[in-house]
């Protein structure tokens, strides 16, 4: 009985020296850059979501990438009343008027002519003469806004921004309507309307 006791007592710190050995090798001559073992690779590596997948959550498949719950607002949005459409178009002209003061004219035209940098010369050009690089090429080039344009009124060009008309898409999705605004008090300026007139609906003028 001893003698199995002694034999099974052997066994095991046998192994316990094997198992040190083992370990002691492994963080020996591997190769120095190697990052050893991971205990929880999960650390490491969190199991992510491939987008436009589906995953299990709870027995349930679900999307990766969530629609907002329905009748969700985005931070900012403003309801624009007037529909895509040419009675819209002509409504907005009529009814809509900068609701930004006229008196910061000078500020809103300054903020408006980086707006028009990033957004619109490079089909508008510069001078909003219709010559950017890009509307050069369009089959219909953007007419002038101090020829064509020059009495459009502030109403139908927030309109035209929000919506876009012709080969110009709309830009509501990356100006709010406040930038659009100030796009108009800049357009505005390019159709040659100086700052003492009255700037809200230049067609009346
Ligand atoms: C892809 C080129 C393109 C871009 C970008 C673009 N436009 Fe236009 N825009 C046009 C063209 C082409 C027209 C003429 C559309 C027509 O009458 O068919 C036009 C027309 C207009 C008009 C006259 C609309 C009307 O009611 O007759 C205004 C105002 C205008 N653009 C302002 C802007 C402003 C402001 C921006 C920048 C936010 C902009 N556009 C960006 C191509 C562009």
Redesign the pocket.
């Known amino acids: 009985m001893k003698k199995h006791y002694k034999i099974i007592k052997f066994a095991f710190s046998a192994a316990f020296a094997g198992l040190l050995m083992a370990g002691f090798t492994s963080c020996g001559k591997k190769d120095p850059n190697s990052p050893g073992v991971e205990f929880m690779p999960d650390m490491y590596r969190s199991p992510s979501l491939e987008y436009y997948q589906t995953h299990t959550e709870d027995g349930v498949e679900l999307d990766n990438a969530m629609l907002p719950v329905k009748g969700t607002v985005a931070r900012g949005f403003m309801p624009y009343a007037y529909p895509n459409t040419p009675e819209g178009?002509e409504a907005a002209g009529t009814n809509l008027h900068n609701p930004l003061p006229v008196a910061d004219r000078a500020k809103y035209e300054a903020e408006g002519e980086v707006?028009?940098a990033n957004?619109?010369t490079?089909?508008?050009g510069a001078s909003g003469a219709g010559d950017g690089k890009?509307?050069a090429k369009?089959p219909?080039?953007?007419?002038a806004?101090d020829g064509t344009?020059k009495n459009?009124s502030a109403g139908?060009?927030f309109?035209?921004?929000t919506y876009g008309?012709?080969?110009?898409?709309a830009?509501a999705s990356q100006?709010t309507q406040e930038e659009r605004w100030k796009?108009v008090y800049y357009?505005q300026k390019l159709q040659g309307h100086g700052s003492d007139e009255v700037t809200d609906s230049a067609e009346k003028q």
Not at 140 to 143: D, E, I, S, T, Y
Not at 165 to 169: A, D, L, P, Q, Y
Request: proline share 9%.
């Open positions: 178009y707006l028009y957004f619109c490079h089909c508008h890009v509307g369009l219909g080039p953007p007419p806004y344009l459009l139908k060009i309109h035209s921004i008309k012709g080969t110009m898409g830009h100006l796009l357009v």
